[in-house]
Structure formats: structure tokens, C-alpha cells
């Protein structure tokens, strides 16, 4: 016959082998929902990396206020995008979407700051007639203009920009006019990578019996590194560059994490050296990772004035 102890001891181990059973049983369920959590992660970030975070293209807007600036060109408009490399995360869809986005901001200047195709893509004829008519869609009241990247094939940026109503401002000049004769110097240079800037050859204008001294002065370019040399030689207030793509990857505090060549020193967003202010694009397309994050696709508007 069963004590009355024993029994209250077969209680108490069923009581807790049952207590098991449960806890064993949260455990299980607390790993399932890990798992999922992770998963379900995984997937977000990989959904968000590869298609939002590089398609939705956004528009940075920024005053630029310097008292240089003739009066004929308060309000003007200046648009700058930069390494489309179509081909990559780049498609016609995005192409388009692109366009509208820089069309319906009525930019009266448009400048391109290099690296046109994905490095990966040969684009053949029908191709590059179909970007062609694309990019000469784009509008722009005063002009549009483009300098090469270290990824650009020389003869076929030629083709494509020069079809799209794009003017190349490789080691040159040329001074912009709106309504009337207070022109501004926009002044182009080739890439650095590939050896062939020239700043001697695009700084030329202020070598000129002719030249203005205090001219507004905004400088293109693709890669950055030399940008302390540029400005130990000449005056420039206004720097547009791209190449950097801002790192391509990049998180809070730390900045981007993905090098390119050409762009080591001047990387970032924006930077200001003594008057000069340097705006870097973060570009449109990808070139190494294939991904962004926390770094949208953009284009720079830039509004210009000489008032407070």
C-alpha cells in the first residue's frame, strides 16, 4: 500500500516534470520566434538593400548664397547627378523615373559628374540609341553639361553625351550667361584616376588679358583627391564632384564604408574649406556592393542667390 508520502512525492514530480515540459516548451517557441525574427529580418534587409534603398531616387536641395553671384542669376536653378552606371541597380524604369524627377524641379542648368555605364554592361547600338533619346529628354533652360569618371570609356561618353545635348567640359570652360551680359565660369575636369585632368588647361580662363578675378566660379569633376591642389592654384567657390557614391554603405556615426578610388580624402556629403563650399553626390547607380544602405540614390539641386 502507497504511503501518503509517496504519493505526495509522485505528485511533486509530476508537478515538476511538467514545469519542464512548459519550460521546454517556451524555450522552443522563444527559438521559433527568434528564427523567424531573423529570417523575416534577413529578408527586410535584403528587400530594403537591393531594391528600395537603391531605386527610390530623392531630390537634396541646398541654398547657395554668395555675394559674387551676378543678379541675373538669383533664383537659377542647377541640377547635378551623378555615376549613373547604367546597367547596374539601373534600369529604364529607373531611367525614367530619373528623368521626371529632374524635369518636374525645371532646372535651368543640368551637369553630369561622370561614370555613365555600369563597368559590367556593353551597351550595342539600339541600346545606346534608347539612353541617348532618354537623356536628351532632359530640360534645362541655359544648358547641360558633363565631365567624365574613371569608368567611362572616353568615345562612347562622347557618343551618349554629346547626342544628348550634353556638352563636355573635360579640362575646359565656359561661361554661362542667363539674361544678360554678368556671365558665371563653370570650369570641367577630366578624370584623375585615369590620368588625364588637366588643371592648368581648365583653369585657363584666369590666365586671359580679359579675365575677371571675382567671377562666380563653380568647378565639375568626377574624383575628388586633388581638390587641396586645385584650390592652393586657383579660386573656386562653388565644387561639384561624384565618383564616391558617399560610400555607397553607410551607418550612423561612422560614415560610409566603401572606398573608391580618386576619393579617399573628399567623400562625404559636403564639406566647406575656407570659402568654398564642396558638395560630393551620393550618385545613382552602385558600382561595388551592388546594395546601399542608409544612402539613397540622389540628385543636388542647387538654388543660387546673392541675398540673405
Known sequence: MTSRTEKNKEKQEEIIEEERRETRKKIVILWLKITFALIFGFFSFYFYTEYISTKQIITKEQRIK????????????????????????????????????INMRKPDIVIFTGNIISTKE???????????????????????????????????????????????????????????????????????????????????????????????????????DDIDEILAGYKTDLILAGNSLNGEIRFPLIGGVIKQEGSDIYKNPYYRVNDTDIYVSSGIGTITSGVRLFNHPSINLFRLTNKD
Open 66 to 101: 554668395n555675394k559674387k553671384i551676378p543678379d541675373s542669376f538669383n533664383g537659377i536653378k542647377i541640377i547635378q547627378f551623378s555615376d549613373l552606371y547604367y546597367g547596374s541597380t539601373i534600369g529604364e524604369k529607373e531611367i525614367d523615373n530619373l528623368i521626371k524627377e
Open 122 to 224: 556593353k551597351l550595342n547600338t539600339k541600346e545606346k540609341e534608347k539612353l541617348i533619346k532618354k537623356l536628351d529628354s532632359i530640360n534645362a533652360n541655359i544648358g547641360k553639361y558633363a565631365v567624365t569618371g574613371k569608368n567611362d570609356d572616353k568615345d562612347t561618353f562622347t557618343t551618349i553625351m554629346n547626342q544628348s545635348s550634353f556638352t563636355i567640359l573635360d579640362n575646359q570652360y565656359d561661361l554661362v550667361y542667363s539674361s544678360d551680359n554678368n556671365p558665371i565660369l563653370l570650369v570641367g575636369l577630366s578624370s584623375l584616376v585615369k590620368k588625364e585632368r588637366n588643371i592648368e588647361n581648365a583653369y585657363k580662363y584666369f590666365k586671359e588679358e580679359t579675365h575677371n578675378s571675382d567671377i562666380y566660379t563653380i568647378s565639375i569633376m568626377s574624383e575628388t
